[in-house]
């Protein structure tokens, strides 16, 4: 059978290895696959079509309509696209030294915009003394009075981990966070056959072994899949301008509808709701500066 009348397949991206795509079919073999060349770039948890050229070996000739698409800025002002049809995203923070209360917004901003449901993660709780657990409190609670959901684990001590493993199954999750939060000890606590699964994927990669840097969607025990990005820590404001940004505050965006100016970027505005409720203390201070803060980043 020539290349051209070879069936089309069904599968799912589940790693992304430079110029490589590992496709997994309903019958759980994997293949090790190129795009066809004008195709757009696949993500990792894209459904696709492609066609089997070896044994082991094929092409993705289209990418089937996704719910979701994670990107992230690439060079010349482009956009990368890191992950699809994910049903959330899983941030997690150390709460040691102290929680990066700016890297927060920025990642809750890029849930907001491209309508994937955040969970925060609050790692290394057990390090908390007395002050620190006060100051944590006080932080947590804006997020949580914004329906923010939050779960405190300590992947040291494996607690709370129980509470997250149950938010995960049968979920699509990418998990995100800087060098030093405990990402990798979480992923390792929640894939006990991690090292199995890599296994079979370097196996398929043909590379003798799985590259760390490689977007990867692993299987949970209990059902649904992990999406590891090991080089994806924050995803930037791409695609992002004064106006959008104000949308992915959620008061801000509540209490825009007030503002006597449509166009009301809340910083110099008369009659301005949100400036308003934030001298009222309906809005935080902390978070609308923040918000002041990222604009100047914008407008740099």
Not at 129 to 146: C, F, N, P, Q, V
Not at 253 to 280: Q, T
Request: hydrophobic fraction near 40%.
């Amino acid at each position: 059978m020539s290349k051209e009348s070879a069936p089309l397949i069904t599968g799912r991206v589940i790693a992304h290895l430079g110029q490589s795509l590992l496709i997994e079919d309903d019958q759980g073999k994997i293949a090790r696959c190129k795009k066809r060349s004008r195709l757009e770039q696949p993500a990792v948890g894209d459904n696709v079509e492609w066609i089997r050229t070896e044994d082991d070996a094929g092409r993705v000739e289209k990418i089937l309509e996704r719910r979701s698409l994670l990107s992230r800025p690439a060079k010349n002002g482009s956009v990368r696209p890191v992950a699809a049809n994910l049903d959330q995203i899983v941030v997690i923070l150390a709460v040691k030294p102290s929680i990066d209360a700016l890297l927060l917004d920025q990642y809750l901003i890029v849930c907001e915009l491209q309508g994937i449901a955040p969970l925060i993660v609050l790692n290394k709780v057990d390090l908390l003394d007395e002050a620190s657990r006060l100051e944590t409190d006080a932080l947590i609670k804006i997020y949580r009075g914004l329906d923010y959901e939050i779960i405190e684990v300590s992947a040291l001590e494996k607690t709370g981990l129980e509470n997250l493993r149950q938010r995960l199954q049968g979920e699509i999750s990418i998990l995100v966070g800087q060098s030093g939060v405990g990402k990798s000890s979480i992923t390792n606590a929640l894939l006990p056959d991690l090292a199995l699964q890599t296994k079979v994927l370097s196996t398929a990669s043909g590379l003798g072994k799985h590259t760390t840097t490689a977007t990867t969607l692993y299987k949970l025990p209990e059902g649904g899949d992990i999406i590891d990005s090991p080089g994806v820590n924050i995803f930037g404001l791409a695609n992002i301008n004064e106006q959008t940004l104000a949308y992915g505050y959620r008061e801000i965006k509540a209490w825009a509808e007030h503002c006597k100016f449509s166009n009301c970027l809340h910083i110099k505005e008369p009659k301005c709701a949100v400036k308003d409720k934030v001298e009222e203390g309906a809005i935080s201070k902390q978070r609308y500066l923040r918000y002041l803060k990222l604009r100047d980043k914008l407008s740099c």
